[in-house]
């Protein structure tokens, strides 16, 4: 069974832009979370979307949105960037979504650079 | 809100050499997960723990979930050079609210040849 996977791998933007990342979980799985990693602030949790509805979101901006497909692939968006925004950005797959803890299965991480 | 601590910090250790890893929670845990992560990469799933008591194993690495000292620990034994790489702790919402997990500041593992 293919892993989940993320796409793109590097992003390089200016400051001010957006930008959209992308992730396909593991066929059958219905809940993708995302995460941001940085050196200062370590691996937080940005939102879950389960069965295309945000379940869970963390302390993060507005600037920060995301949203789930039908086939469970999600999105994240970041508008206008800040050079804090650079970071690697991991989903997380999982079955499902409460009220028991699942396994979560993470991507590769699409590390960004904001210039 | 739930933090999770883990020490040490960072470890080098010999070829060979068994090690233990800690991950204290400062709420009760009710999943405790364990990752391993290559530098700049993604988090490779270890174990997933749910009940006091709970021992898991892989290969040379186990994991045991004490439920009254909300603590998990990981251990190695006879460690490997492919051991080497950070070990994420990460703990589950209690109550079921969902994949959310709240990770620790991680564990740095080095294995000396």
């Not at chain 1, 879950?48 to 963390?58: A, D, I, L, M, P």
């Not at chain 2, 174990?47 to 045991?64: V, Y």
């Amino acid at each position: 069974k293919a892993g989940v996977t993320q796409t793109p791998r590097y992003l390089i933007k200016t400051r001010g832009q957006q930008v959209t990342l992308s992730c396909s979980p593991i066929s059958g799985h219905r809940s993708v979370s995302w995460y941001q990693q940085t050196p200062g602030q370590g691996l937080q949790f940005l939102f879950e979307y389960f069965s295309e509805t945000q379940r869970n979101k963390g302390n993060f901006p507005g600037r920060f949105s995301g949203r789930q497909f039908s086939n469970s692939r999600s999105e994240m968006n970041v508008s206008t960037l800040e050079l804090g925004d650079s970071a690697l950005y991991l989903c997380a797959s999982s079955l499902a979504s409460g009220p028991l803890p699942y396994e979560q299965y993470f991507g590769p991480g699409t590390r960004l650079t904001v210039t | 809100s739930q933090e999770l601590e883990q020490s040490p910090q960072s470890l080098i250790v010999q070829e060979g050499k068994n090690l233990t890893i800690n991950c204290t929670s400062s709420k009760t845990l009710y999943g405790l997960y364990w990752y391993k992560q290559k530098y700049g990469e993604g988090l490779i799933f270890l174990m997933m723990l749910q009940k006091g008591g709970e021992e898991k194993s892989h290969e040379k690495i186990t994991a045991k979930l004490d439920e009254k000292k909300q603590q998990s620990s990981l251990h190695i034994t006879a460690s490997q050079p492919s051991h080497a790489g950070i070990y994420l702790c990460g703990a589950a919402p209690f109550g079921g609210a969902g994949n959310m997990l709240t990770f620790g500041g991680g564990t740095r593992l080095m294995v000396k040849p």
